[in-house]
T-cell receptor
Framework: DGGITQSPKYLFRKEGQNVTLSCEQN?????MYWYRQDPGQGLRLIYYSQIVNDFQKGDIAEGYSVSREKKESFPLTVTSAQKNPTAFYLC??????????????FGDGTRLSIL | SQQGEEDPQALSIQEGENATMNCSYK?????LQWYRQNSGRGLVHLIL?????REKHSGRLRVTLDTSKKSSSLLITASRAADTASYFCATSLRGNEKLTFGTGTRLTIIP
């Protein structure tokens, strides 16, 4: 079955440590996205990518970095510069239509906590 | 910044009743989408309505869009326990590939 796989499901970060969240999709989608969700709130866009080797900052990119070396993969690194990283992180993908407004398909998230 | 705001923030109804939740937004949109999120899971796309459409149906779901009032509503008819979830609206602006999500309505169906 096609879908998006995020791993790990739970992740703990120590002070000063960088951690990387994995996101893999086998839907053959061009566009991929990373969101952050805090308790009781909506989703905020961190980074997005429309094509391999290209990505753009979202609304809250500071303290995060991404890469898009393969169409299927869009890993997110939470760096030590992100002072409040505790949140639920969601990866999504969509077909890159000419009109852009396509539904997004989501993974089941990674919950990141500070040790 | 949040483009959409859902109302109410939380809603509890008896199984079998209809559930209505609303979304208001601030600027002109290209389309509006509704998503469902079960606790601890990712979002699932429910329905997309374009700016030139006024109403759309999908199974027990009915979505309306009023661009003059910058608002949308999601109606779930004959609710079931499995409908318990958070529901989010998301808007897309013209010429912009990003979606902006609201803060969600938490729906609880009481068996």
């Amino acid at each position: 079955d096609g879908g998006i796989t995020q791993s790990p499901k739970y992740l703990f970060r120590k002070e000063g440590q960088n951690v990387t969240l994995s996101c893999e999709q086998n839907l053959n989608h061009d566009a991929m996205y990373w969101y952050r969700q805090d308790p009781g709130q909506g989703l905020r866009l961190i980074y997005y990518s429309q094509i391999v080797n290209d990505f753009q900052k979202g609304d809250i990119a500071e303290g995060y970095s991404v890469s898009r070396e393969k169409k299927e993969s869009f890993p997110l690194t939470v760096t030590s510069a992100q002072k409040n990283p505790t949140a639920f992180y969601l990866c999504a993908s969509s077909i890159q239509g000419l009109d852009f407004y396509q539904p997004q398909h989501f993974g089941d998230g990674t919950r990141l906590s500070i040790l | 910044s949040q483009q959409g705001e859902e109302d109410p923030q939380a809603l509890s109804i008896q199984e079998g009743e209809n559930a209505t939740m609303n979304c208001s937004y601030k600027t002109s949109i290209n389309n509006l989408q509704w998503y469902r999120q079960n606790s601890g899971r990712g979002l699932v796309h429910l329905i997309l309505i374009r700016s030139n459409e006024r109403e759309k149906h999908s199974g027990r779901l009915r979505v309306t869009l009023d661009t003059s009032k910058k608002s949308s509503s999601l109606l779930i008819t004959a609710s079931r326990a499995a409908d318990t979830a958070s529901y989010f609206c998301a808007t897309s602006l013209r010429g912009n590939e990003k979606l902006t999500f609201g803060t969600g309505t938490r729906l609880t169906i009481i068996p």
